[in-house]
């Protein structure tokens, strides 16, 4: 069964950083694809950043320039340093996970506050 763990959230001053990490189990298959997505208080899961196995990342239009994805395939790990951080930005975080065969995974999630 895979399992993805994330760490690093907690509670911080707008304008500050932090930065988490997704740490997946081992797989045979390996991961073709990692991004993290939150969850603000009232809404809906949203997409925030991602990367592919081959380096490729995107993040959303609401992060640009803040935010930033980075990945160690290799250690089936994901980041997201998170500067310049904002109210706005509070929720909980999940990691998400494709493996090369196609099964999608989420973590528990790990919650962010900003306080202003």
């Known amino acids: 069964q895979v399992q993805l763990v994330e760490s690093g959230g907690g509670s911080v001053q707008a304008g500050g950083s932090l930065r988490l990490s997704c740490a997946g189990s081992?797989?045979?298959?390996?991961?073709?694809?990692m991004a993290w997505y939150r969850q603000t208080p009232g809404g809906q899961r949203e997409f925030v950043g991602g990367i592919t196995s081959d380096g490729g990342t995107n993040v959303a239009d609401s992060v640009l320039g803040r935010f930033t994805v980075t990945g160690d395939f290799a250690k089936d790990t994901v980041y997201l340093q998170m500067d310049s951080l904002r109210p706005e930005d509070t929720g909980v975080y999940f990691c998400?996970?494709?493996?090369?065969?196609?099964?999608?995974?989420w973590g528990q999630g790990t919650q962010v506050t900003v306080s202003s």
């Open positions: 081992a797989t045979i298959f390996g991961y073709s694809y």
């Open positions: 998400y996970a494709v493996l090369k065969m196609g099964s999608t995974y």
